[in-house]
T-cell receptor, first 111, second 117 residues
Framework: DAKTTQPTSMDCAEGRAANLPCNHSTISGNEYVYWYRQIHSQGPQYIIHGLKNNETNEMASLIITEDRKSSTLILPHATLRDTAVYYCIVRPQYNFNKFYFGSGTKLNVKP | DTAVSQTPKYLVTQMGNDKSIKCEQNLGHDTMYWYKQDSKKFLKIMFSYNNKELIINETVPNRFSPKSPDKAHLNLHINSLELGDSAVYFC????????????????FGPGTRLTVL
C-alpha cells in the first residue's frame, strides 16, 4: 500500500486559495489519489479523487504531478467553514474498498 | 434526510459490559464499513460488508462482531469492553465497485463516541 506524507498543519487567510500538498512517492500505476476532510466532531467527507489528470469539482481542484509522486489539493476561495483536517489517501490497487487514513493536514482558515 | 445514521451518538459504559452500535444507510449502497478513530485521530478501517457479506476484517479483537441483517444496516457489537476501546466509531457506506471502475466514494455517519470507564 502506498503511503502518504502531509504537513501537520497549515494556515490560510479567508478568501485566499488554500494549497494542500501530499507526497505519495511509492504510488502504483493503478492507484487513485483521494482527498477527504473531517470537520471537527463530524464524519469524514469526500472531496475529490484522481488518477493521472487534474480534476476539478464544485469543492476543489486536484493537481497530480506527471510522475504521480505528489499531488496538491486546491480550495480556490477558502472560508472559515473549510477549517478541518484534510486527508490524502492512496487506494490500494486491487482492493476497491480499503482506505487508510493517515494523520492528515489541519487547515486553519483565519479571518 | 440523513444518508448514514448511527445510534447512539454517545455511549458511556463500564469495563466488561457488552454494547452495540447501530448503523443505517438510505443511499441504496451495497457496501458498508466500520472505522475506529482513536485519541490521536488516526482513522482505521475495522470491517467492510458487501451485500451482507464480510469482505474486510482487519486485525480487530474477536470481541468485536459486526452484523449485517440487510444491506442497509451494519451493526457493531462489542463484548467485554476494555478501556482501550474508547474511541469514536464511524460507519460508512459506498456504492459497490462492481461495474463502476476503480473508484468509489464513501459516505460517513456522524460517529459514535464510546467511553469505557
Amino acid at each position: 500500500d502506498a503511503k502518504t506524507t502531509q504537513p501537520t498543519s497549515m494556515d490560510c487567510a479567508e478568501g485566499r486559495a488554500a494549497n494542500l500538498p501530499c507526497n505519495h512517492s511509492t504510488i502504483s500505476g493503478n492507484e487513485y489519489v483521494y482527498w477527504y476532510r473531517q470537520i471537527h466532531s463530524q464524519g469524514p467527507q469526500y472531496i475529490i479523487h484522481g488518477l493521472k489528470n487534474n480534476e476539478t469539482n464544485e469543492m476543489a481542484s486536484l493537481i497530480i504531478t506527471e510522475d504521480r509522486k505528489s499531488s496538491t489539493l486546491i480550495l480556490p476561495h477558502a472560508t472559515l467553514r473549510d477549517t478541518a483536517v484534510y486527508y490524502c489517501i492512496v487506494r490500494p490497487q486491487y482492493n476497491f474498498n480499503k482506505f487508510y487514513f493517515g494523520s492528515g493536514t489541519k487547515l486553519n482558515v483565519k479571518p | 434526510d440523513t444518508a448514514v445514521s448511527q445510534t447512539p451518538k454517545y455511549l458511556v459504559t463500564q469495563m466488561g459490559n457488552d454494547k452495540s452500535i447501530k448503523c443505517e444507510q438510505n443511499l441504496g449502497h451495497d457496501t458498508m464499513y466500520w472505522y475506529k478513530q482513536d485519541s490521536k485521530k488516526f482513522l482505521k478501517i475495522m470491517f467492510s460488508y458487501n451485500n451482507k457479506e464480510l469482505i474486510i476484517n482487519e486485525t480487530v479483537p474477536n470481541r468485536f462482531s459486526p452484523k449485517s441483517p440487510d444491506k442497509a444496516h451494519l451493526n457493531l457489537h462489542i463484548n467485554s469492553l476494555e478501556l482501550g476501546d474508547s474511541a469514536v466509531y464511524f460507519c460508512a457506506s459506498s456504492p459497490s465497485a462492481k461495474g463502476r471502475g476503480y473508484y468509489n466514494e464513501q459516505f460517513f455517519g456522524p460517529g459514535t463516541r464510546l467511553t469505557v470507564l
